[in-house]
C-alpha cells in the first residue's frame, strides 16, 4: 500500500501541507532549504508527491 495515495502525483503546496499536518510557511521552508523537490509555474510551486514521500522517508533510510 503506498502513503500519500489520495493525494495527486503532483502536488500543491496546500496539499503538502495537509499531508504532513504543517503549516504553508513551513512548506515553503522545506521548498526553500531543498528538502522537498518542487517547480515553479508562475506564481505557485508543484510538488512531486515522490518527493514529499521521499521526504517523509529519508530519515528512515539515514538510521536516524
Not at 489520495?6 to 515553503?28: G, K, Q, T
Not at 522537498?36 to 533510510?61: H, M, N
Amino acid at each position: 500500500k503506498s502513503i500519500l495515495n489520495e493525494y495527486p502525483d503532483v502536488m500543491s503546496v496546500e496539499h503538502v501541507a495537509e499531508a504532513l499536518n504543517v503549516c504553508r510557511p513551513c512548506v515553503y521552508n522545506l521548498i526553500k532549504d531543498s528538502e522537498i523537490l518542487a517547480r515553479r509555474i508562475g506564481k505557485v510551486y508543484r510538488i512531486p508527491k515522490q518527493s514529499v514521500i521521499t521526504f517523509i522517508c529519508g530519515d528512515e533510510k539515514k538510521g536516524a
